[in-house]
C-alpha cells in the first residue's frame, strides 16, 4: 500500500488477507444486485451498470490480493486493463467463447453486449476500490499503530 508511506506498515499478507475478504463482500454487493435487484424494483439502470462497477471494484480489490507490494496506482492501471480487455473482447466472437458467455460464470465474469457505458461504469468501480483499499489501510495503520 504505497502513497503516503505509515510509519508501521501492514504486511502484505495482511493486505492481502483484507482485500480479498473486502472482494468477497463486492461479489455478495454484486451478486445481490444482480439477483434481487429488479424484483426490488430497482431500476435497470441501477442494476447493470451498478453490476459493472461492482465488477471493476471486485478486479481492483484481486489485483491488489495478487499484487499487495504494488501501488494503488499500479493496481488501478492494472484493473483498468484487465476491465478494457474484457469489454473489448466482447467484439469477439467464437463458439467456445460464446457457449461460455452463456454460462452464468461467463455472463458475470465476462459479459454479454458491448458498451462504452460499461467503460464508464469499470472507471467509477475502480475509484470506488481505490477509495474503499485507502480507507480500510489508514484504519489498519491505525489500529497497528495503537497496538
Not at 33 to 45: D, I, K, M, S, V
Not at 71 to 81: H, S, W
Not at 84 to 96: G, K, N, Y
Not at 97 to 106: K, P
Request: aromatic fraction near 10%; charge should be positive.
Amino acid at each position: 500500500m504505497h502513497g503516503a508511506q505509515p510509519h508501521h506498515p501492514v504486511a502484505p499478507q495482511w493486505t492481502s488477507l483484507v482485500r480479498a475478504a473486502l472482494a468477497l463482500a463486492v461479489i455478495v454487493c454484486g451478486l445481490s444486485l444482480r439477483w434481487f435487484g429488479f424484483p426490488l424494483g430497482l431500476p435497470a439502470f441501477v442494476v447493470k451498470y451498478g453490476g459493472s462497477l461492482l465488477w471493476a471494484t471486485m478486479v481492483f480489490l484481486l489485483v491488489g490480493v495478487m499484487l499487495p507490494r504494488l501501488a494503488r496506482t499500479q493496481i488501478a492501471a492494472i484493473a483498468v486493463v484487465i476491465a478494457v480487455v474484457v469489454e473489448f473482447s466482447r467484439l469477439v466472437h467464437t463458439p467456445w467463447l460464446d457457449a461460455f458467455r452463456l454460462t452464468m460464470a461467463g455472463a458475470l465474469l465476462l459479459g454479454l453486449i458491448f458498451s462504452l457505458w460499461n467503460l464508464v461504469a469499470y472507471a467509477v468501480g475502480i475509484v470506488l476500490g481505490i477509495g474503499i483499499d485507502r480507507l480500510v489501510a489508514t484504519h489498519l495503520t491505525k489500529s497497528y499503530s495503537a497496538s
